[in-house]
């Protein structure tokens, strides 16, 4: 009888003590899970955020791209005006000085 009495509070212990620590890792569990849940959701929103800022920078990379071609035949068209210009500065000088001469001629014949 003994024995009896005693395996069964052993046994009504250990299930006592079982199902204590089945609810404990049970809410341990949906504590995770919803962490996880939480993480996943973080997750998704950076990654949406990382995408929509790659589209801006592919864009701003574009559009440095083509401000670079612009700048490159701006430079290219400043070069051309450079030389324009050194060329008309010679010619005008030129004709200044055949001015000069010219003027010093009419001055000799005068």
Do not use: C, H, P
Request: aromatic content about 10%.
């Amino acid at each position: 009888m003994f024995w009896e009495w005693s395996l069964l509070t052993i046994l009504s212990l250990l299930s006592i003590y079982l199902f204590v620590k089945m609810f404990y890792f049970k809410s341990i569990t949906n504590k995770e899970q919803r962490s996880n849940d939480m993480m996943k959701l973080t997750l998704n929103e950076a990654e949406i955020l990382i995408r929509k800022y790659q589209i801006q920078l592919q864009r701003a990379l574009g559009n440095v791209d083509i401000l670079s071609e612009e700048l490159t035949k701006l430079r290219n068209e400043l070069k051309i005006l450079k030389k324009r210009n050194s060329r008309y500065r010679q010619e005008v000088e030129r004709l200044t000085n055949k001015i000069k001469a010219l003027e010093g001629k009419i001055d000799t014949l005068l």
